[in-house]
């Protein structure tokens, strides 16, 4: 049965729950996943400006429910304290590295925290008539997509991926 609050597109949005990233780290996500790209156009980079920590797609949601939306994870994540996160020099993909249609930046030290923040907001959301995820959640970035299946084992291979510490999770945004 159809969510009450997801209907065509003239009368909703896509939204979708993460965590922004500087500047910096997407237009370094964004310049890798160009690079790459070149090597097979199958590979679709993610725009700069789209590059996140992923917590939880809504999809299509009423604008009438947008207030509400935002009321309720406001309010779920009132007691969180700021915390900082480690994006590790590693990629992977889902649903596996060799054979993936999402390639993405992995969370390193702090993946904990942003797992506790995910758990937080699935419980709010479901509350409000959202279906929890029955998917293990990953913390990560997802930096390109693919329509078909893509081998990214020797297409890194020969890439030094940067590491970035210390990055401060202090606010959730509704995007």
């Known amino acids: 049965m159809e969510k009450s609050f997801h209907v065509n597109d003239k009368e909703s949005k896509r939204l979708f729950i993460g965590i922004s ?11 890798l996943t160009l690079k790459l790209s070149a090597e097979s156009k199958d590979i679709k980079p993610v725009p700069e400006q789209n590059i996140h920590v992923t917590l939880k797609f809504l999809g299509n949601v009423k604008k009438s429910e947008i207030n509400k939306i935002y009321k309720t994870i406001s309010s779920s994540l009132e007691l969180k304290n700021d915390f900082k996160f480690d994006i590790s020099s590693s990629l992977d993909g889902f649903p596996k590295f060799s054979s993936s249609r999402i390639l993405y930046g992995v969370i390193g030290e702090g993946n904990k925290k942003i797992e506790e923040l995910y758990h937080t907001i699935e419980d709010s959301l479901s509350g409000i008539g959202f279906e929890k995820d029955v998917r293990k959640f990953i913390p990560h970035i997802t930096i390109a997509r693919m329509k078909d299946l893509v081998n990214f084992t020797g297409l890194t291979a020969n890439l030094q991926l940067k590491e970035f510490k210390d990055n401060i999770c202090d606010k959730v945004i509704l995007f």
């Open 21 to 31: 990233l500087a500047d910096k780290i997407r237009s370094y996500f964004y310049d």
